[in-house]
Every structure is written in structure tokens, then in C-alpha cells.
């Protein structure tokens, strides 16, 4: 079972994994970081090594940060490992869905790439997409 | 070359930079001067990489920063220019790196939260760090103490760190 890690600004992580729970039921092996204008980097790359560490990665782990060029995803970028452990920006909720729906089917490069996938096609403009059709 | 912006940030480039410094100061560039982040290649890699075509964003050894500051190539540019800590601004500053008003957005320290004295939500300063400050004051130099530029400046004498 391929683990992940939430890394965010704020709560965002927490709440984000608190809401995937309440539609697709327990998530195991997911941790959580949240961010906080007081944590110094060595105290962020230290919650995120610890995480690795004590967590079940015998399938890899995915790392998903919240936005590209943030601290959350400067500093997860340090631990890419490809094929162990890859790093996904832009975390939104279909994307962590798709994850507890295909995280014991697939590999892990398989998985990041799918989850990149979807997490942009799942951005949606309602008057494109109803554009004659209304 | 027009300079924006000074400012002392150990997150260097995130959130704070280009989604709130860089459009309240029309930035066209930013320059992160650290020697230390310009010899780490997946680090230089990944703040570059930030850049778009309305801002460019370059890693640069403290003396390239320099003689950037002077080079006529820049003088179309807005410049935003980060240090990484108060040490390598005072070092910058040293070598003639002109500086009227310098903003201190993020200062962190040790392995735990919340180490040194605490001036604002993301500015904890140790000893080194307020003789700086106290050095910069004595130069003349401005201190703009806030995170985003809708926050309002802290006075650091009023918060003790003068004291």
C-alpha cells in the first residue's frame, strides 16, 4: 500500500485528509504536516524525514504539497526519490480520492503520474464546458 | 538597476514572494543572493524554476548580486533581492552592497519552533541577529519588519529586542 504525506500551508492538510475520510472512509498510512509561519526549515525537514521513517513505505511514498513554489513543496523537493518516494504539487481533494481508489493497484511512478493527471482534469470552468450546450 | 525590494527571508522564494511582494511591487525579478543556495543544485534548480514570463527568478553567489546591482543590463528590471539571514545581508552590505531600507520577512532558528526571541509570527531573532539589527539602525538603514506587505511593520524597540 503505497503511503502518503500532506504537506501544506496551515491547516489545509488536516482538513483536507479529515474531508477525504468523510466520503471515502478511513485513510491509512497518510500523514499529515502543517505549516506554520513559526516553523524554521530544519524543523519542517525534520517532520517530514520522521514521517518517512516511522511510516509503511514498502511501496513507496507520494509527498502531496499544496502549491508549487511554496515552502511546503521547496522543502518536500530535498526527499525525491524516484520510484521511493515522489513529490506531487497542488494537492486538491479529487486527487487525494483517486489515491485511496488506486494506491494498492499500481506502482508508484504510475500512481504520481495518474494523480497529476486527474488533479488537473478535475479543474472544471462551468461556462467552457456548458458553452453551447445551454 | 532599479531595486525594488531588500528583504531577509530563510524560505527564500515561496507564497509570500511572488503571490504578494512581487505584484504590490511590480517586481520583474527576483534575486535570491546566497552563495550557500547557489552551490546547491536541487535547491537553485527548484527556485528557478518559478520563474514565468512575467518574473524571472535567479539564483546568484553574493558577488554576482553585486555586480548585477551595478550592471546597466538591469536597469529595466525591478528587482526584489532576498538573503537568506541577517548574516549575509551584513556581509553583503560589507562588500558595498547599497541599502537604504531592508524588510525582514522570515528569520528562524535551531531545530524547534519558536527558537530565539520572537518579533513577529515568523521573525525569531537570536543575539547575533539583534546586534545586526542594531548595526544596520546605527548605519541609517530602515527596518521594514513584516511578513506581506498588508501587515502592518513591527517596531522591533517597542517589542524589546532593543532593549
Same mark, same amino acid.
Given at each position: ?134 | ?59 546568484? %553567489? &553574493? @558577488?554576482?548580486?553585486? !555586480?548585477?546591482?551595478? =550592471? ?11 538573503? /537568506? ?54 548605519? %541609517? &538603514? @530602515?527596518?521594514?519588519? !513584516?511578513?506581506?506587505? =498588508? ?11 532593543? /532593549?
Amino acid at each position: 500500500m503505497i503511503g502518503a504525506i500532506i504537506i501544506t500551508h496551515g491547516k489545509l492538510a488536516e482538513v483536507l485528509i479529515a474531508t477525504a475520510e468523510g466520503i471515502a472512509g478511513r485513510l491509512e498510512n497518510v500523514r499529515c504536516i502543517s505549516i506554520d509561519p513559526c516553523d524554521s526549515a530544519k524543523c519542517i525537514s525534520d517532520a517530514i524525514s520522521n514521517n518517512i521513517k516511522t511510516m509503511n513505505k514498502e511501496d513507496g511514498v507520494i509527498i502531496l504539497t499544496d502549491m508549487f513554489g511554496g515552502t511546503p513543496s521547496n522543502i518536500g523537493l530535498s526527499f525525491l526519490e524516484p520510484g521511493k518516494v515522489e513529490i506531487l504539487t497542488g494537492v486538491n481533494l479529487p486527487m487525494l480520492l483517486k489515491f485511496t481508489g488506486h494506491r494498492t493497484d499500481k506502482t508508484l511512478p504510475e500512481l504520481a503520474m495518474l494523480l497529476k493527471e486527474h488533479g488537473q482534469k478535475s479543474i472544471v470552468l462551468a461556462s467552457e464546458m456548458l458553452k453551447g450546450k445551454v | 538597476m532599479s531595486v525594488a525590494l531588500i528583504r531577509v527571508d530563510d524560505r527564500l522564494v515561496h507564497g509570500q514572494i511572488v503571490e504578494a511582494w512581487a505584484p504590490f511591487c511590480k517586481a520583474t525579478r527576483v534575486i535570491v543572493a546566497s552563495d550557500a543556495v547557489k552551490n546547491n543544485r536541487i535547491q537553485r534548480i527548484a527556485i528557478e524554476s518559478c520563474s514565468s514570463t512575467a518574473l524571472a527568478i535567479k539564483v546568484e %553567489g &553574493i @558577488e554576482e548580486a553585486l !555586480r548585477d546591482m551595478i =550592471s546597466e543590463d538591469m536597469n529595466k528590471e525591478r528587482i526584489i533581492i532576498i538573503f /537568506s539571514t541577517l548574516k549575509e545581508l551584513l556581509q553583503a552590505y560589507n562588500k558595498g552592497f547599497i541599502i537604504s531600507n531592508v524588510n525582514i520577512g522570515n528569520i528562524h532558528h535551531h531545530n524547534a519552533r519558536q527558537g530565539g526571541r520572537e518579533i513577529t509570527p515568523s521573525v525569531y531573532i537570536d543575539k547575533e541577529d539583534e546586534d545586526i539589527l542594531q548595526y544596520l539602525l546605527k548605519q %541609517g &538603514i @530602515e527596518l521594514d519588519i !513584516r511578513a506581506v506587505p =498588508s501587515d502592518r511593520p513591527v517596531d522591533m524597540l517597542r517589542t524589546g529586542a532593543g /532593549s
